[in-house]
């Protein structure tokens, strides 16, 4: 059917059309050429002086890819190409001419149906040309083209009708073409392409020059006037091409109200009949597969190309045929009358091209809203970025060049085989084989390998991500999403009958691999393309169960290397970077040399592991049986097809690598790098691949001796498991103060390159001094970026809102400046002040504020504190976490020594630790707040705990239904679910004046109290969570013969946190709960913790509270740790408070200081009309656009009033409160204030300071915006 048709498209496709045209500037005529393109649509459009340089970024062309080629030495010139996707061609690279050059020149070669045909698109700026380089040029070119371009030369062989003698150029051109057998001009006899705009004349130096043969196939004429002085040109050459019919996936089209008929199509499905594990596996996919078909609908598979021109109105249509008739004129009378008038419509219909497009993205823009979806708002901004769409390129293998989708994906596929299996039998020691066999065989009763569990399954259904992409058995995520509770637990036994017998049903080893080009890299060869697998998305999910099982196996049990922070719970590419940013301090502190070597296993490292060392890997780590069996036969007879668009290569057989894009993947590769050697004295840091090595010494050569020896080591280990160091991309550093910092280090014989800048896991590092500039400056390149989508994406008057800006800013600004910014804190406070203006710059776009206003101001109004402050708060986060990581984590072992060095206080570069101690210092912070260390999650993968606690009474309640009702359903719940049990009753409590946080519980049956004072820095969630771990403690400790107990908590927030394997607050005191009551489980105790509403009359409940107020009295705290997420929050505070007293000290007499005294979000002073707000927010700020701010700017000439006819300044409290110009709106305002209670307002209370409840502020905004509107002062201020 595919073949048939292509066919088709050959049979259609009898001719390949060239466009040429001068554009005189591109940049100018966009607009109406992408009218043009999208509606003649030729092959190929070769343009010449395009004027752009390599500040402008190349237009989007739908449908359209390009080949750019600017000029360099001077403003001006340039080539552009655009070719049609569906054409197979490929850049034909010509060597430069060595001597005096003139011409402009590129080059493609386009696969045709029977042949192959050059386009060279060429420019001369010169009246002159030389022959010598002209056929420097049409000696590399084949014996078929088709060559066009502004040659700019004059001679009556092409122009007889021309009654002026041939320029240079021109008879040179002549010269060429009457001397050389393989050059012919094809370009009509004395087509008008150029008209001088100054004397209106008409003459031929666009041309086209061809092979003698292509003469009679082609044929050429002027079409419609773009605006330039030089005529596009539309030739039509007799010649077949070789079009690809671009194609797609197809995609399910799932829509929200047909989930109720395939639920009803799955009911119907009939059971699973059990038997062979692939049969069970087909029969589940064929019954899930029939159910969507009768449901759902896909997309097509066809790529349907969308030539997009909303902008486009009746007013540029009648711009453009004015100026196009004008020219027609010009061209039959050159009178100063008719060229005078051809310019004026010409600059005219740019001046309407691009109103209309501005207008129109305006009226996009604004229509993004506060209710405009996340996913709207970030489609709608990744579209900057820039991504390519899928290539057609024709892709280089030994045998010669594939063109066509499936040869492409043969040599695709095969690239990738080579890569993914092994090329040569490896000799493998017996006692590796044994060790994998005894690992199958073994039959122990393992924990990890037990049946799944139902509330495995489902947490993992509960992850999965929507947007996933199917995989061949076209089974999407949001099926498993959907699937009935019987269906799941159809899976369930299907995943555990897999998992008893260890054998994996074959379709989940056959994946789908897309290619997608690795940027900047040459798309005409296999290995630069990058693979991206799609896997069974049923196989995901168990992969997934495993992996997270073998993941909590690894970390329980310490498998993994101290040293390896990928892919982990709790750590960061931050960790490695300020370990090594510490060891670099340290050694420049006592004038030692630090070396660095950052390794870069090659690109295929992941997909090259040969699974007998993996296999063996994990046996000689004590993984066996059922797990052991089955990651074993998932790892064995795996299939491989590449997908270009919607074409499939043939099966191809991969024996090595994990599997990429599965769930147990990333701990594969983390467990066999955790095999690697230890190199001490040097120090490793592995992210997943990337693995760097430092070494600090006295001296150079010490460091060279010491680095040397590890790299052996590292290098030897690496060939051992199949992985390969790639030398070129292995680089070296050097920092010291000493002026010897080349450390000469060989990898494999090859010298290492020593590198000045290295940008590792995102950070730039700079030696010799690691002043981190070069990283500050490519934040700041990186941060334009995003400065000019504001820009263009919303003005002072129009665009999108201040939520969403704000949004943008902070997801695609504000995240590059912050990230690694411990690290940042040592560069010096100039390079750090360059990131504050990157902020600023932002701000004043987000909220519409003028350069005018005062940066302090400007920080408090967007509620934005300032770089450093925002720098100082990430520093001590990373602080406390590695604190609470405890020695035994490398970072910490490493980062906290020689704290005392009274030293540290004489150097100018101190350590992110030192820096973070004098901030703690700074903004009065516990000097050493008690942490404990973090553990691993308390709750293995296959227990649960959701049965052990209750959210809900045995009846629904609300706290509407007053006292006597919720006490009522409490004592039912007390008396049916929890007969017999032991109660035990636990509370918090916290107060403000004076900050105070205690905790209690009590056993009324035993009469057991207890209650404690804490760190007033705790939350009330803290000390709830408390009281409940010392509950659990008292029965550990003091209850020697198990019974039934609950625990009654009125925290609904700790219980459900408690329940989380992984919760993300509070992880000390829920896992030492988890804990503790999976270890009263399992000495016979029955435990439960219950949900009850608070203050009901529960005698328990009241002792407790009162016994937790108690404790506010006590007068020695208990030792309880710390949490971080309190220890973070109270950092927020204490940055808050230095945010506060910078505003005191700053803010002047700054009118925004008269209207918001404290640092806080003013959510209500939001209007959603963007030019509205912009009014509103200068207004506060004082640089609102009135004669007295415009005066003392210089552009007024007087600061009074000319709406009236007081002699008085025009200044925000006049416009709002005094200008009688204003009375009858004013009037509306204040009538409509005094119906909401406001009496005589200020400037503080119309514009956002009113004490009031929240609706009422929100109404006073509007108000205010309407009177804005009213004065019709809105776009004005």
Known sequence: MGDARRQKTKEIAKDIKVMQWNARSLKRRIPEFKVFLYTRKPDIVAIQETWYNKDIKTPTFVSYENIRKDRKTRPGGGLLLLVRNSLQFEEKKLTEYNGAKSLEIQAITVKMANSNLDIINVYNPKPTLNKREFMHYISQISNQYVMVGDLNGHHDMWDPERNKPPNQGGRALHEIILNTANIAIATPLSLPTYTNSHSGESSTIDLILCTPMLIPQISSEITADLGSDHAPIMSTIAIAPDHTERGKRPKWILKTENWTDWNEQVRTL??????????????????????????????????????????????????????????????????????????????????????????????????????????????????????????????????????????????????YKSVMSRNIQNIYQQRQLENIERAMASEEDEPYNCRFTKHEIQRHINKLDKEKAYGKDEIHNQFLKNLPQWKIQELLGIFNRSWATGVVPKEWKKGIVLPFLKPGK???????????????????????????????????????????????????????????????????????????????????????????????????????????????????NRKIQVAIEDILSSEKDIDSGVIQGS????????????????????????????????????????????????????????????????????????????????????????????????????????????????????????????????????????????????????????????????????????????????????????????????????????????INMQMKLQGLKQYYKLMAQGPNFPVHATIFVNLADKTWNRTKKKPFVIIAQETIRDWNL???????????????????????????????????????????????????????????????????????????????????????????????????????????????????????????????????????????????????????????????????????????????????????????????????????????????????????????????????????????????????????????????????????????????????????????????EHYLLICPAYNVQRNILLIELARMGVQNPSMKTLLGGIEAQDHIKEAVTKLVGKFIKDTERVGDL
Not at 765 to 789: E, F, M, R, V, Y
Not at 815 to 828: D, N, P
Not at 940 to 963: F, M, V, Y
């Open 522 to 636: 040459d798309k005409h060869q296999p290995e630069n393309y990058r693979p991206i697998s799609l896997l069974s998305r049923i196989s995901a999910l168990m992969e997934g169960m495993t992996g997270e099982r073998l993941t909590f196996l690894a970390e329980c049990n310490n498998l993994l290397s101290k040293t390896q922070y990928g892919f982990r719970f709790r750590r960061s590419t931050e960790d490695p970077i300020l370990d090594i940013e510490h060891k670099i301090r340290c050694g420049i502190q006592k004038e030692q040399v630090t070396v660095m070597v950052f390794f870069d296993l090659k690109a295929a490292a992941y997909d090259s592991i040969d699974h007998i060392y993996l296999l063996n890997t994990l046996a000689e780590m004590g993984i066996k049986g059922r797990m052991f069996k089955w990651i074993k036969d998932l790892l064995s």
């Open 270 to 415: 009939p059971p699973i009949e059990p038997g062979d594990i692939n049969e069970e596996e087909k029969q589940f996919t064929e019954g899930i597969i029939t159910a969507s078909n009768n449901t759902f609908k896909k997309s097509s598979n066809k790529v349907k190309n969308k030539f997009n021109k909303p902008w486009w109105n009746e007013e540029c249509s009648k711009a453009t045929a004015l100026r196009r008739k004008a020219q027609r004129r010009m061209r039959r009378n050159p009178t100063v009358e008719n060229i005078r008038e051809y310019r004026r419509s010409t600059a005219q219909a740019i001046r309407t091209h691009n109103k209309a497009k501005r207008e129109s993205w305006k009226k996009f823009t604004s229509s993004i809203t506060p209710h405009t979806t996340s996913k709207e708002v970030w489609n709608f901004l990744n579209s900057f970025k820039g991504k390519t769409g899928p290539t057609n390129a024709p892709l280089h293998h030994q045998n010669g060049t594939a063109y066509n989708k499936k040869e492409r994906a043969e040599v695709q596929a095969e690239y």
């Open 926 to 1212: 516990p000097q050493q707040p008690i942490i404990m260390p973090l553990q691993t999650p308390g709750i293995a993968p296959w227990e649960n705990l959701e049965a052990n606690i209750h959210l809900q009474l045995t009846r629904p309640t609300t706290k509407a239904e007053g006292e006597v009702l919720l006490q009522l359903a409490t004592l039912e719940t007390l008396a049916t679910r929890y007969e017999n049990f032991l109660q035990i009753y636990t509370d918090g409590s916290k107060i403000e004046n004076p900050k105070s946080t205690a905790a209690a519980f009590c056993v009324p049956e035993l009469d057991i109290r207890g209650h404690w004072k804490m760190n007033p820095s705790i939350s009330i969630e803290g000390a709830e969570l408390s009281a409940i771990q010392k509950a659990t403690t008292w029965l550990l400790l003091h209850q020697e013969n198990p019974r039934k107990a609950v625990i009654l908590s009125d925290s609904q927030v700790g219980l459900v946190l408690i329940r989380q394997r992984k919760p993300r607050a509070y992880e000390h005191s829920v896992t030492s709960i988890q804990q503790n009551i999976q270890e009263l489980q399992a000495i016979g105790w029955d435990i439960k913790l219950q949900w009850i509403p608070g203050h009901c009359n529960i005698q328990g409940n009241t002792l407790a509270d009162k016994l937790a107020n108690e404790g506010h009295s006590l007068e020695v705290e208990d030792d309880y740790p710390i949490e971080i997420k309190e220890l973070i929050s109270s950092t927020k505070q204490a940055l808050k408070k230095q945010w506060q007293t910078h505003w005191n000290n700053t803010k002047g007499t700054c009118p925004l200081a008269t209207i918001k005294d404290k640092v806080q979000d003013w959510p209500w002073t939001r209007h959603p009309n963007r030019a509205i707000d912009t009014g509103l927010t200068r207004l506060r700020l004082g640089c609102a656009n009135l004669q007295k701010n415009l005066y003392n700017m210089v552009r007024a000439d007087s600061p009074k009033c000319t709406k009236c006819t007081i002699d008085v300044d025009e200044t925000a």
């Open 663 to 866: 769930g147990i993947s990333t701990i594969l590769f983390d467990l066999i790098m955790s095999t690697m050697p230890s190199v001490d004295p040097v120090s490793s840091n592995e992210f997943a691949d990337d693995v760097a090595f430092s070494i600090t010494a006295p001296t150079l050569e010490d460091a060279i001796i010491l680095m040397q020896g590890a790299i052996d080591r590292f290098a030897d280990w690496a060939s051992s498991k199949g992985l390969t160091i790639s030398t070129e991309k292995t680089k070296a550093m050097c920092f010291t103060t000493k002026l010897d910092n080349e450390p000469t280090l060989t990898l494999d014989t090859e010298e290492i390159e020593v590198v000045k800048t290295f940008k590792y896991l995102g950070m730039v590092l700079d030696a010799p001094h690691l002043t981190w500039n070069q990283h500050i400056s490519k934040i700041i390149n990186d941060c334009h970026q995003g400065i000019n989508i504001m820009k263009s994406i919303s003005n002072s008057k129009w665009g999108a809102n201040r939520k969403n800006l704000l949004q943008f800013y902070s997801a695609f600004i504000k995240s590059r400046i912050t990230y690694g910014s411990a690290a940042l804190l040592s560069a010096s406070k100039t390079s750090r002040a360059k990131l504050e203006v990157i902020q600023n710059a932002a701000l004043r776009l987000a909220t519409g504020a003028t350069r005018a206003t005062k940066i302090p101001a400007l920080q408090c109004e967007s509620y934005a504190p300032p």
